[in-house]
Every structure is written in structure tokens, then in C-alpha cells.
T-cell receptor, first 116, second 116 residues
Framework: SQQGEEDPQALSIQEGENATMNCSYKTSINNLQWYRQNSGRGLVHLILIRSNEREKHSGRLRVTLDTSKKSSSLLITASRAADTASYFCATDALLGGGTSYGKLTFGQGTILTVHP | KAGVTQTPRYLIKTRGQQVTLSCSPISGHRSVSWYQQTPGQGLQFLFEYFSETQRNKGNFPGRFSGRQFSNSRSEMNVSTLELGDSALYLC???????????????FGPGTRLTVT
């Protein structure tokens, strides 16, 4: 079963615009990770944010985490056509106070299309 | 460092057959997780191995099994294949040196299994 939902399901923008994707989840977590997937290939790890962090940056990526609302957002600034892909959030859930040992629970993903 | 490799990349099997998929993690990574990705169910966790021990298992029937070798390479096996087993099978490795979980997972390109 999916941990949460991603919003929007699809996003279409022009090159140079910013793209924001949101993720909600259901349980307490150790961390939340964002991945990118191009055309049914393997997932590329983008960024990991731990439960005690509120914001993290990596290049053109900015991730926020609000554990009180059980939500996260991924912002891609100055989008490029090469950013066209599906983006997934994945949570490492807290179980009995510990980690879920290698189990990431994924959202359904946001399909981002960046038009040149 | 070489990334996660999976073999074979594509596979076509007939209902009732069995299949074995292989995954070689990033050098030094001891945790290997397996996921199934389908259009209907999305990305779902199958199982995770660390130091040759299965630490976590998802909600899949017993036809799905796996193992890990002393060099951290992992295999998964699906017996008595069904049409619904057609999917992209992804493995991911994590550096999880202390066995505590909660690290980034790095994915391989996947094995596309088609069952006819």
C-alpha cells in the first residue's frame, strides 16, 4: 500500500519556470527521500531530509518537511527540458521506535513535463 | 564507483515458469532492497537483505523469494509466474554500515519482466 499521496499527479511548465511538487504521508518517519525516474528506468536519488530537518537544498532543488502536517514539498527552480521525468517521494517509516530496515514506501509520483 | 547493476535487463517468460533476477550492489553497500513497479500498484517493497539475512518483507505471496550472498550480491526468485507478475523489478543498495537503516537507497536500472 502507498504511504501517501503526491500532488499534482501531472505538471506541465515552460523551461525557466519553477516546479513545485507536494507529498503527504501517513506515519511517523525517520526520513523522506525524493527520487526521479525517466521513462520507466531506474530511480535516481535526489535528496534525503531527516525528520529533524525542516529544509534542505541541493543545487536547483529545495525540499521542505513539515512533520506536524506529515507533508513535504520539492521545488525545482529554473526548470530545464532535461528535468522532464516522474518524481517520487519515499518515506522510511518509524516502526516501534526504530527504522523500517530498507523499506521505503513510495507515493504515486508526479509526472513533470518541461517544454523547451 | 560503479552503480547498482541488475541482470538481465529484459526477460520474457511464460505463465507457470520461474525466474531468477540478479542484483550487484554498489561496492561496500551491505543492504539490498527489492521493489516491484507496476502501472496499477506503483512501487511496492518486496524484501530487504543485510549481511545475508532478510530483515524486512513486504506483502507479497511466498512465490516471491530472495537471498543475499556473502559478497552482498542478491538474487530474487519468482516461482509459478502469473500474468500479474509482469513488472519492472528494481533493486537498491544502501551503505547502512551499522545495520541501523535510514540511509539513501541507490537504485539499479531494473529488470523488465513480461509474463505471457
Amino acid at each position: 500500500s502507498q504511504q501517501g499521496e503526491e500532488d499534482p499527479q501531472a505538471l506541465s511548465i515552460q523551461e525557466g519556470e519553477n516546479a513545485t511538487m507536494n507529498c503527504s504521508y501517513k506515519t511517523s518517519i525517520n526520513n523522506l527521500q525524493w527520487y526521479r525516474q525517466n521513462s520507466g528506468r531506474g530511480l535516481v536519488h535526489l535528496i534525503l531530509i531527516r525528520s529533524n530537518e525542516r529544509e534542505k537544498h541541493s543545487g536547483r532543488l529545495r525540499v521542505t518537511l513539515d512533520t506536524s502536517k506529515k507533508s513535504s514539498s520539492l521545488l525545482i527552480t529554473a526548470s530545464r527540458a532535461a528535468d522532464t521525468a516522474s518524481y517520487f517521494c519515499a518515506t522510511d517509516a518509524l516502526l516501534g521506535g526504530g527504522t523500517s530496515y530498507g523499506k521505503l514506501t513510495f507515493g504515486q509520483g508526479t509526472i513533470l513535463t518541461v517544454h523547451p | 564507483k560503479a552503480g547498482v547493476t541488475q541482470t538481465p535487463r529484459y526477460l520474457i517468460k511464460t505463465r507457470g515458469q520461474q525466474v531468477t533476477l540478479s542484483c550487484s550492489p554498489i561496492s561496500g553497500h551491505r543492504s539490498v532492497s527489492w521493489y516491484q513497479q507496476t502501472p496499477g500498484q506503483g512501487l511496492q517493497f518486496l524484501f530487504e537483505y543485510f549481511s545475508e539475512t532478510q530483515r524486512n518483507k513486504g506483502n507479497f505471496p511466498g512465490r516471491f523469494s530472495g537471498r543475499q550472498f556473502s559478497n552482498s550480491r542478491s538474487e530474487m526468485n519468482v516461482s509459478t509466474l502469473e500474468l500479474g507478475d509482469s513488472a519492472l523489478y528494481l533493486c537498491a543498495s544502501s551503505r547502512d554500515l551499522a545495520g541501523a537503516g535510514a540511509y539513501e537507497q541507490y537504485f539499479g536500472p531494473g529488470t523488465r519482466l513480461t509474463v505471457t
